[in-house]
């Protein structure tokens, strides 16, 4: 007997549905409501099911589209052709997007890569892409999963479960060249049953499997290919992949081509080719939209205001799912303490920040997870109060006296701090260390925003040469995706928790939603007690673009790492 087939269809879909508002910007309180996740066990059945009971969902109109309808009577000929350009923040670490991170990959993956399956916000339910079916049994032990027919790789070979499969163990292997290989914290066997049909089969129950994002890598090309040279292999500058666009030309500095994959097995892209400009400056960026020497933004709350009320201009907003941190480096002394961590908690005023810093395009943060998150709580960090009494107190006990001029010092060591800073994340992070910097002062610790090359940045995951790190992540919707931040001896923080990483086996293996829930909340409240990071806001995704960028069937996503759910059918009024 198989399990009762569970969607996804959860009031927090009704809730984010709602956030996706168009051009009505508002600052929200307060935290989603805490609504568990069901495991989304066989591929979605035709007849929408209803949403589950909500306390806020009765309140909620019907959402409105997630873009001005800018055209229903354009024939479907007439959609074809055209170059749309976007803006990226950030120089990719490495064109090859498996060696890579942080937004300038997401958007060179979501170009030419596509996805097992994918969540939509907007449906609350797994949306099936390169799968045609999938099934979990019983005990949940066992994923059978069936490719849909017809998927090419961009050479023209077929795309089948020989590839899925090389995947898994290519990029798991201990000595790939990439800072994190990939790792399961539940061994995995595969076997391929036949063409596009193959199983992954868990030690234990593995029901988050969907939620990974994995994409994959062709098989006939990276076979001969050491896995000790993977990130500087000329392979990875082919970008061979699935996607709905194929990699054309890559100018550093300037900008990543791509054009259209006839091929494409979910149908013919509109658009003749796509350009991402590389503009980590939100100002350059603003005016290039505003000149029409680009078509889209995802834009920060410094220029959001500006931008929203250009006449000439469409724009949206929805929750992002990401969490700004503050990173604390456990490889050093003090910060190892936990009681120097608690002194730091006690210092911010998230008020403050998101009203100044954010212009109010977010929300207070008080967990590690975002309020788009399955199992999110909204509490586990309010133990911290602002409090800069209560932070001296803990500095004193510690050791930290203040010196002459008011910075404490223990043993030589002064309290002075350079918060690194991606430059991308420049304009409203830096404001908001100079605002939070007279209240750390008057507990006698001096902090410099040091901006910073996002790539730069992004090799600090492997390198750890740092002391504090102001950086955001976009993880969930399922938490299993945290396992990565705070269960893995590669965390940027250097967090090694033993219990912490039973914590999220044990959860991570749990079918029955109560007790999911039960575990995923406690694993919260576990990591504000250790004080891992600290959290400061939940930020909104603005997006503005010009309106013959026609974006109402791509289905725009707040998750920055996809803006879009079918970039295949963007297209340009002519």
């Known amino acids: 007997m198989r399990l009762n087939h569970l969607r996804l269809k959860r009031s927090m879909a009704l809730v984010l549905a709602a956030l996706f508002m168009i051009s009505a910007f508002t600052a929200c309180g307060g935290g989603a409501s805490n609504t568990p996740a069901p495991v989304q066990t066989s591929t979605p059945a035709p007849a929408p099911a209803p949403p589950a009971p909500s306390p806020t969902a009765s309140s909620l109109a019907a959402a409105p589209s997630a873009a001005p309808v800018q055209s229903t009577e354009l024939k479907e000929e007439d959609k074809y052709g055209g170059t749309a350009i976007f803006e990226l923040d950030a120089e990719p670490y490495n064109i090859n997007h498996f060696a ?99 199983t992954i089969t868990g030690e234990s129950p593995i029901p988050s499997k969907l939620a990974e994002w994995d994409t994959f890598l062709p098989k006939h090309i990276w076979e001969n290919v050491d896995p000790k040279t993977f990130s500087t292999a000329p392979e990875g500058n082919l970008m061979v992949d699935v996607g709905p666009f194929k990699f054309a030309e890559y100018k550093v500095g300037e900008y990543i081509r791509f054009v259209r994959n006839d091929d494409y097995y979910g149908g013919k892209p509109y658009l003749d080719e796509i350009i991402y400009r590389i503009l980590p400056d939100k100002t350059a960026a603003a005016a290039a939209l505003e000149s029409g020497q680009i078509d889209f933004v995802t834009t920060d709350a410094i220029g959001a205001e500006k931008l929203v009320a250009n006449p000439n201009l469409a724009s949206a907003f929805s929750a992002s799912g990401n969490v700004a941190r503050f990173y604390l480096n456990f490889n050093d002394k003090d910060f190892a303490d936990l009681r120097f961590r ?21 929300d207070p943060a008080y967990s590690d997870f975002a309020p788009t998150d399955f199992y999110y709580v909204d509490d586990p960090f309010k133990q911290y109060d602002f409090d800069v009494e209560k932070a001296k107190a803990l500095l004193d006990e510690i050791g930290f006296v203040p010196g002459s001029d008011g910075i404490r010092v223990k043993d030589g060591r002064r309290l002075e701090f350079d918060v690194i800073i991606p430059q991308n994340f420049q304009p409203y992070f830096e404001p908001a260390v100079l605002i939070m910097g007279p209240t750390f002062l008057e507990a006698g610790i001096k902090l410099s925003p040091k901006v910073t090359d996002s790539s730069v940045v992004s090799a600090l995951w492997n390198t750890f040469d740092y002391e504090i790190l102001m950086s955001g992540t976009t993880m969930g919707p399922d938490p299993m995706r945290y396992r990565n931040i705070f269960a893995v001896d590669t965390n940027i923080m250097q967090y090694k928790d033993q219990n912490m990483k039973d914590m999220f086996a044990s959860a991570m293996a749990k079918i029955d939603t109560t007790e999911a829930k039960k575990e995923y909340e406690a694993i919260q409240y576990q990591l504000a007690d250790d004080v891992s990071n600290i959290p400061l806001w939940y930020r909104y995704t603005v997006f503005a673009h010009n309106k013959n960028l026609v974006v109402e069937d791509a289905v725009l996503h707040g998750n920055v790492f996809f803006r879009f759910m079918h970039m295949e059918k963007l297209y340009k009024l002519k």
């Not at 998230?350 to 395009?361: E, K, S």
């Open 100 to 198: 890579s991170s942080g937004n300038g990959q997401g958007q060179v993956k979501m170009a030419t890569s596509d996805y097992l399956a994918l969540y939509n916000p907007h449906t609350g339910e797994y949306e099936p892409r390169l799968l045609e079916s999938w099934d979990l049994s019983e005990d949940g032990t066992v994923w059978t999963m069936k490719l849909k027919e017809g998927i090419r790789w961009h050479d023209g070979h077929p795309f089948t479960a020989e590839d899925v499969i090389f995947t898994y163990g290519y990029l798991s292997n201990p000595e790939i060249d990439l800072p994190s290989p990939k790792t399961f914290s539940i061994p995995e066997t595969y076997e391929i049953i036949d063409e596009l049909t193959f």
């Open 342 to 362: 608690q002194a730091f908690a006690h210092l911010f005023n998230r008020d403050l920040l998101v009203a100044q810093a954010m212009r109010g395009y977010a």
